[in-house]
């Protein structure tokens, strides 16, 4: 089985703070970890993945995550906010292994604050 | 075709009604999926294709609900006597297994659900 569990459904930042997206995963396998990035009123988008390489996964706008085994977390990191990074964010989890099933956290909606 | 294309992009239905959502993947994706996204509870899995075979039914929330796939490519999905509780935005997904090194979910626009 694999689920995985986001902290906040809703995260209030700063324009120029610090953004922390938190998420656990569970996976009896290793895992593959995804994070997707909902804009207002468009379609999801992969913002980055992690399927076993690099632990620091680096993806678009300036985002990051870092796979903690130790931790089970694959938490979303970003220096300074900007007002475009408006939106709702969703941790996803996927099994190693030929089972192709994406499991989807129930979000997390990030506001920043001019 | 060039995207993950789902009709209709928004539906009226009347309680009890049956209606069918259509999901056109991206070409050569064996992969497919189906989500539903209501307020506050995020992405649900409602199950998932691989080729024409759905190995994880799982997620359908009740005996009203089915899925098909044929040809390994364009799936519809049923919902039988819909509830008001069926309103929700329904999510299609696609992807490459075979491509690891692009490894991700390709979504389309939706549909959203209203039942009356």
């Known amino acids: 089985a694999q689920s995985v569990t986001q902290l906040g459904s809703h995260v209030s930042v700063s324009e120029g703070a610090l953004v922390l997206l938190r998420c656990n995963y569970s996976s009896s396998v290793p895992p593959y970890l995804f994070w997707y990035v909902q804009y207002p009123n468009q379609g999801l988008q992969l913002l980055l993945k992690?399927?076993?390489?690099?632990?620091l996964v680096k993806g678009i706008n300036g985002f990051e995550a870092e796979f903690k085994k130790s931790e089970t977390s694959f938490h979303l990191t970003k220096p300074s906010a900007h007002m475009r990074d408006a939106a709702e964010y969703f941790c996803?989890?996927?099994?190693?292994?030929?089972?192709?099933?994406?499991?989807f956290g129930t979000g997390t909606k990030l506001q920043v604050i001019p | 075709g060039a995207g993950v294309s789902q009709s209709p992009s928004n539906k009226v239905t009347e309680k009890g009604k049956d209606v069918e959502l259509r999901c056109d993947p991206i070409s050569g994706h064996t992969a497919l999926y189906w989500y539903r996204q209501s307020l506050g509870q995020g992405l649900e899995f409602l199950i998932y294709f691989q080729g024409n075979s759905a190995p994880d039914k799982s997620g359908l929330p009740s005996d009203r609900f089915s899925a098909e796939r044929t040809g390994g490519s364009v799936s519809t999905l049923t919902i039988q006597r819909t509830q008001q509780e069926d309103s929700a935005v329904y999510l299609c997904a696609s992807s490459n297994p075979g491509d690891r090194a692009n490894e991700k979910l390709f979504f389309g626009s939706g549909t959203q659900l209203s039942v009356l």
């Open positions: 992690y399927t076993s390489a690099a632990t």
């Open positions: 996803a989890v996927k099994s190693s292994g030929g089972y192709q099933k994406v499991t």
